[in-house]
C-alpha cells in the first residue's frame, strides 16, 4: 500500500480550493465570499488556503485570471466576428459562473477602464485579427478595441450580467437558435464595412 505523493496531494488540495471557491466567488463576490465555507467544502484549512494563495483576494486574483483564460481559449477569435459573438453566447450558457466572476471583479476591483491589468497584452491577438479583417475590407474602419468590445457586448445581451434577461442552458433549442439568429445577423450588421 503506498502512500499518494505529498505534491500530487497538494496538488488535489489545490485544485479543490480552486474549484470551491470559483463557485463561492461567482455566488458571492469578493466582500460575500467566506473563507470558512471554502475551506470547509474543500476539506482543507485556513493554512493551506493562505499557503497556496496569499490571501482571498489573491485567490480571486487567481480563478478570475485562470476564468479569462478558459474564455479565451475556448472560444478564440476568428475572422467572422458574428461567428466569434454566438460562440461566445454559447460558453456563457456553460459557463455563467465565469461571467458572474468578471461581474464581480468590476463591481469590488476595477469600476472602470479595463477590467485587468494587462488587457492590451491579452486582446492584442484579438485586435489584431480585427485589424487584418478592416484590411481585408470586411470589417469597418474604426478603433478595434472599441470593436471588441461592442461585440463582447452584444454576445453577453443575455448573459448572467444582462440587466434584461439572464439565460440559461435549460431553455428551449429553438429559443437559443432564434436569439443565435439574431445575435449573429446584428453583429455582422454592426461591424460590416461600408
Not at 466582500?31 to 470547509?40: F, L, N, P
Not at 497556496?52 to 481559449?73: H, M, N, P, R, W
Not at 452584444?154 to 443565435?180: F, K
Amino acid at each position: 500500500m503506498s502512500a499518494q505523493p505529498r505534491t500530487a496531494r497538494g496538488t488535489a488540495t489545490r485544485e479543490r480550493i480552486v474549484e470551491v471557491a470559483t463557485r463561492e466567488f461567482a455566488e458571492y463576490g469578493i466582500a460575500g465570499a467566506r473563507v470558512e465555507r471554502i475551506v470547509a467544502e474543500a476539506s482543507t484549512n485556513k493554512a493551506q488556503l493562505y499557503g497556496y494563495f496569499g490571501s482571498k483576494e489573491k485567490l480571486f486574483d487567481t480563478i478570475f485570471t485562470a476564468s479569462l483564460d478558459q474564455i479565451v481559449d475556448a472560444v478564440p477569435i476568428g475572422p467572422d466576428l458574428a461567428d466569434w459573438a454566438v460562440r461566445l453566447y454559447d460558453r456563457y450558457l456553460l459557463r455563467p459562473d465565469l461571467i458572474r466572476l468578471a461581474t464581480w471583479a468590476r463591481l469590488e476591483r476595477r469600476p472602470a477602464g479595463h477590467l485587468v491589468e494587462n488587457a492590451m497584452e491579452r486582446t492584442g491577438h484579438k485586435l489584431d485579427a480585427i485589424v487584418a479583417e478592416q484590411e481585408a475590407g470586411t470589417v469597418r474602419p474604426g478603433e478595434p478595441f472599441d470593436l471588441m468590445a461592442m461585440v463582447i457586448a452584444m454576445s453577453m445581451a443575455w448573459s448572467p450580467v444582462s440587466n434584461v434577461y439572464a439565460a440559461t442552458a435549460g431553455e428551449a433549442a429553438e429559443v437559443h437558435e432564434r436569439r443565435r439568429g439574431l445575435l449573429r445577423e446584428s453583429v455582422r450588421r454592426a461591424v460590416a464595412a461600408g
